[in-house]
């Protein structure tokens, strides 16, 4: 919910209007709803304003096979609470790079409340912090936010051609 109150209060430095945005949701596909009122043309809303597009992906390998690049393109790629499963942040990892080409914007929202408990979820922990190096040798990273009443930061990712 953070996420997409900052998606609506920041629109001069996230604009969505007419953008191409790709949700690499875990969830309910809020920040989808959300992007699509603010005038993406990702998924369905009554107030949108395009048909929007909505397709299964799975993360990982097939989805160079699944999505080709030269057809799905994107300006913005939008992920919140994505790292929840030490299985898949790998498979996560390559989504993340496959879709964030040059020119796309990648915006990361995670919450960070269980990082205080890593001694009771060692795993996670372990885990997320292995995500956290990989996605900054892969990315040009930066924090935009730290919500600390909430424990969630949001990062800002563009690919490292760029």
């Known amino acids: 919910v953070s996420f997409c109150q900052d998606l609506e209060q920041n629109r001069e430095h996230v604009d969505l209007l007419d953008k191409a945005v790709l949700e690499l949701g875990a969830g309910t596909g809020l920040v989808s709803i959300v992007a699509t009122s603010l005038g993406t043309s990702h998924l369905f809303f009554p107030r949108c304003r395009y048909t929007p597009q909505v397709v299964a992906l799975v993360w990982g390998q097939d989805v160079k096979r699944d999505f080709l ?90 690919d490292l051609k760029k």
């Open 69 to 158: 690049s030269t057809i799905y393109n994107y300006d913005y790629v939008l992920c919140a609470d994505v790292v929840y499963h030490h299985n898949f942040v790998e498979d996560l990892l390559i989504t993340m790079q496959y879709f964030c080409k040059p020119g796309t914007t990648l915006l990361w929202a995670n919450k960070t409340h269980w990082l205080s408990l890593f001694h009771l979820q060692w795993v996670r922990f372990q885990s997320y912090l292995r995500f956290i190096e990989n996605f900054k040798n892969v990315f040009n990273v930066t924090l935009l936010k730290e919500i600390p009443q909430e424990e969630i930061r949001i990062y800002q990712a563009t």
